[in-house]
């Protein structure tokens, strides 16, 4: 099996991994595991990697409970990062009616790479339409629709999705929000100029004490991220700092 980077476990699949992930299959077919079983045992049967990605979010976004400000995510993919983000909020803010969740994504895949990305590396899918989640999207907006019947106030939107390429529309969002404060900012774009593009954008808009997370920094496969992060700190005389117990987010830094 080829070392592939898998979106959700920010990290290199070996063979072991493939392994592993046919003998969870395999214990689905044979028992007839209901897809809702699935969801409430979701302990018994997730990969420690995927609880650590999870609890990682978790330790992050309590650093900023007391701090004003929606939250962004940049690059949803398939929703894991948005949707995490948007129940700890159900959780913890649920008297709070204003604070959202806004998604950013294309939903179609990487745009051309920047010299600064390194080269194609199809095993990662790193190209032009790489990780493309349209098959997806559907599915993901009804999550949503269910997600909001469940909660305790259902007609006040809790999540938004902004359809576009990253670099196009954040500036856009930006200005057409002007009111607009910021907590937390997930960065999972992968790529240089969506991911130089938000910094600029939305750091004067994220609160002091908000928090910025970046899921492939200084990840050797994803030069792009890791080039737009340590540029603007450098300016801005930041050290990315990450949780010694997790691979995945690469990096976060607090507005000081």
Not at 89 to 104: M, N, P, S
Not at 189 to 202: N, Q, W
Request: proline share 4%; hydrophobic share 35%; glycine share 8%.
């Amino acid at each position: 099996m080829k070392n592939q980077k898998d979106k959700f476990d920010g990290y290199k699949k070996q063979g072991t991994d493939k392994k592993t992930e046919q003998n969870l299959e395999r214990i689905f077919k044979q028992s007839k595991i209901s897809p809702l079983d699935s969801c409430k045992l979701f302990p018994v049967f997730a990969r420690r990697q995927w609880l650590k990605r999870f609890l990682a979010h978790y330790e992050l976004y309590k650093m900023t409970l007391d701090i004003p400000g929606d939250i962004i995510e940049l690059g949803v993919f398939k929703g894991s990062g948005l949707m995490t983000w948007a129940n700890l909020l159900e959780i913890h803010a649920i008297g709070d009616r204003t604070k959202k969740v806004f998604g950013f994504d294309n939903w179609k895949g990487f745009n051309k790479l920047h010299k600064k990305d390194g080269q194609n590396n199809a095993d990662f899918q790193k190209a032009q339409g790489g990780f493309s989640a349209s098959y997806f999207f559907e599915a993901l907006q009804q999550a949503i629709t269910t997600f909001d019947g469940d909660r305790f106030i259902p007609w006040k939107k809790r999540i938004e999705l902004i359809n576009g390429n990253i670099e196009k529309t954040i500036p856009v969002f930006v200005k057409n929000n002007p009111g607009l404060r910021l907590s937390l900012i997930h960065f999972d774009c992968d790529m240089y100029i969506p991911t130089k593009t938000a910094l600029k954008y939305l750091w004067p808009i994220l609160s002091k004490g908000g928090i910025c997370i970046f899921d492939e920094y200084s990840i050797h496969e994803w030069p792009g991220e890791t080039a737009a992060v340590d540029e603007f700190c450098g300016k801005k005389n930041i050290i990315p700092r990450k949780l010694s117990w997790s691979n995945t987010p690469g990096a976060y830094f607090v507005k000081k």
